[in-house]
């Protein structure tokens, strides 16, 4: 048996090695700019080998939008790869983003469907939002989206006022005298 299940040669995923990596930055340097995941395993895992199906499945559900890529924990120097991302069961499974950094570990079920959505749930280029095009003359400006105010369905309270009081007219005192017929 081989030491690698993985390999672009036999079903599409490549292979990474410590030259993939800049581990001082915790990052994957060949990764094209795309997000997805990584599987860290070792060939006489049955567990890891148990995955391989699902895994090469879901890379051919993603058809290149997003990358599958393995470490093999005896290949060189990938220990210190394991070393650097905390990997201390196996299989182990990390989301990477488009810029090559690990940034979520994948617990959910070790099926391709959950691979599939847990990419597409984390992917970077579905959690940015496109901002507004204004044209102005000719030419666009990218204004940002303004978020919507919540209104407030609240009846607006009443200022309290002072009651007006009215001012009473003076009456004047009728100046006829009574007259009494007797």
């Known amino acids: 048996m081989s030491n690698n299940e993985y390999g672009e040669d036999k079903n599409g995923i490549r292979e990474l090695s410590i030259d993939d990596f800049n581990l001082n930055t915790k990052k994957c340097v060949t990764n094209q700019g795309k997000d997805g995941l990584i599987i860290f395993y070792q060939y006489w895992c ?7 199906p699902e895994v090469v499945k ?29 990997v201390m ?25 959950s691979f599939v959505q847990f990419i597409k749930n984390n992917s970077n280029k579905q959690n940015k939002k496109k901002p507004a095009v204004q044209k102005k003359k000719g030419k666009k400006n990218i204004v940002p989206k303004k978020k919507k105010e919540k209104k407030n369905n609240l009846p607006k309270k009443k200022k309290n006022k002072a009651p007006v009081v009215k001012k009473q007219k003076k009456i004047a ?3 006829k005298k009574k007259v009494n017929k007797n």
Request: net charge positive.
């Open 46 to 52: 049955l567990h890891c080998r148990i995955l391989v």
């Open 58 to 86: 879901t890379n051919k559900k993603l058809k290149n939008k997003h990358l599958i890529m393995a470490v093999h924990g005896d290949n060189g120097n990938n220990n210190m790869i394991f070393d650097t991302f905390g």
């Open 89 to 113: 069961g196996i299989p182990s499974i990390k989301f990477m983003n488009s810029s090559g950094k690990i940034t979520k570990d994948y617990d959910g079920p070790r099926e391709s469907e």
């Open 173 to 175: 005192k009728n100046p």
